[in-house]
């Protein structure tokens, strides 16, 4: 994410939560750059909401309670979004900051957080998206993390 300017907002993403709590709320909201006509562009790496990645370009309205929620997509950006639940050293702060270390390598930026012990990854179209799969899928099987899509693109699933 770039610097907090006057033309960020906080745009409010409502989520379903399953029978487990998870995700562990029913609203996420991520910093976005106005555009205009009822536009944003997300400048953060969600941590939940599925189907969206930093620099998607968000249709919003503005409710009766003052907040901006998210409608729909209207240009997406060509990044996807990768979480891992970090389970080497118990998802320490060490093992999170490898994890972005490690996948930053490979072209993406993200960011973790302690109370979750996860780590959410930005991954441009261009970073080495086979090098990143394998990666993954790598790390899974020796049990440092556990991870999900939260967005990907066509690109992403042809990279295997």
Known sequence: MTNISDDHVKVHFRMEVDEDGWPPASIESL????????????DNTPWFVRGVASGDIIRVELEDDGVL??????????????????????????A????????????????????FRMVALDVPPEADLPK?????????????????????????????
């Open 96 to 115: 999170r900051q490898t994890v972005l270390e490690t996948f930053h390598l490979l072209g993406t930026t993200g960011e973790g957080i302690e109370r």
């Open 132 to 160: 990143i799969r394998k990666l993954l899928e790598h790390g899974a099987a020796k049990e440092w993390w556990h991870w999900e899509e939260g967005c990907v693109t066509p690109a992403w699933e042809n990279a295997v």
């Open 69 to 94: 929620y998210a409608r729909e997509t209207i240009q997406p950006s060509q990044n996807c979004t990768i979480r891992l639940i970090v389970l080497k050293d118990e998802g320490s702060a060490a």
């Open 31 to 42: 910093w976005a750059v106005k555009l205009g006509n009822g536009t944003v562009q997300l």
